[in-house]
C-alpha cells in the first residue's frame, strides 16, 4: 500500500491502534471487528484537513451537512448486527463517506448501500474502488424505499435517524434478520438506537444507547 492509504503521523497505524484500544476500553468486545477497525484507514473517508482528526472517537463533518459517524458507534452498530453470526448480504441506508460500508464490507459478503446525496456517494465509490472493496454496490436513491431488488436481507443498517422504522425496510428483513437503526430527533435528545428483529409472527424491538445521528431526509438530491 502507498503512503496515502497506509498513512503517517496522526493517520498511522499506531494511531489507529490507540482507537482500537479505547473501543476496548469502551466495552467493544467482538475482535473481527475490532480487527478490522483497527486496519481500516477512516482518514481516506475525510477531508484532508481534517485527516489528522480521523482517529479521534468522535464524528467529524463530511460536506452537505452531513457526518461521519463516530468511530464506537460504527463498532456498535456493526457488533450487534453480527452478534447471531456474519449475514451473507447486509443493506446500509445513508452511504455518507462510505466508511461504514467499508468496514461492513470486510465482514459481510455482499454490502448494499444507498445515499441520496449524489456528490456523497461518488466519492465514497471512489474511496472503495482505491481499497477494491469490490463486493460493495452503492446506488443513488432514496433509502428509505430500501433497495427491493436485492430483497431480503438478513441485516439491515440505517445510519440516519427516521421518525419511524420506514415500513420498506422492515418488509425487506428477512424472518430472522436484525435491522439496527437510530429512531427520533436528536435535538430533543430523544433519538434511540432500536435492535429490531423480524421473528415469523412479526416484529421485536429492543432499545439501545442513546445517539445522534443526522435526520433520515425523503428524496434524493445531486
Ligand atoms: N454511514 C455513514 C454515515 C453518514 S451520515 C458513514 O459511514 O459515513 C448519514 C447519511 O445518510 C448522509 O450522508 C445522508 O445524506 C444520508 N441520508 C439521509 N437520508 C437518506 C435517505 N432517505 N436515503 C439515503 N440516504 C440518506
Not at 484532508?48 to 463533518?61: C, G, S, V
Not at 454490502?111 to 454496490?137: D, K, M, S
Request: glycine share 8%.
Amino acid at each position: 500500500m502507498n503512503n496515502h492509504i497506509q498513512g503517517i503521523g496522526m493517520t498511522s497505524q499506531r494511531t489507529r491502534d490507540r482507537l482500537v484500544q479505547r473501543l476496548r476500553d469502551e466495552g467493544i468486545r467482538n475482535e473481527r471487528v475490532l480487527q478490522v477497525m483497527r486496519t481500516t484507514p477512516r482518514h481516506l473517508f475525510i477531508d484532508e484537513a481534517l485527516a489528522h482528526r480521523a482517529y479521534e472517537d468522535t464524528a467529524l463533518p463530511i460536506g452537505q451537512g452531513q457526518t461521519i459517524s463516530q468511530p464506537y458507534i460504527v463498532a456498535r452498530m456493526t457488533e450487534i448486527l453480527v452478534e447471531n453470526g456474519i449475514p451473507d448480504k447486509v443493506l446500509e441506508v445513508g452511504t455518507g463517506s462510505g466508511y461504514q460500508s467499508a468496514v461492513l464490507a470486510r465482514l459481510v459478503p455482499r454490502v448494499y448501500t444507498v445515499e441520496r446525496i449524489n456528490a456523497l456517494l461518488a466519492r465514497a465509490r471512489e474511496c472503495h474502488r482505491a481499497l477494491r472493496l469490490h463486493n460493495i454496490y452503492a446506488k443513488h436513491s432514496d433509502g428509505s424505499w430500501g433497495w427491493p431488488e436485492n430483497a431480503p436481507y438478513p441485516a439491515i443498517m440505517v445510519t440516519a435517524a427516521p421518525q419511524h422504522v420506514p415500513d420498506s425496510l422492515l418488509e425487506q428483513l428477512s424472518v430472522g434478520g436484525r435491522m439496527v437503526i437510530p429512531v427520533g430527533t436528536s435535538t430533543s435528545g430523544t433519538q434511540k438506537l432500536k435492535l429490531i428483529t423480524r421473528t415469523a409472527g412479526g416484529f421485536e424491538e429492543q432499545t439501545l444507547n442513546a445517539v445522534h445521528f443526522v435526520p433520515l431526509l425523503d428524496g434524493s438530491v445531486r
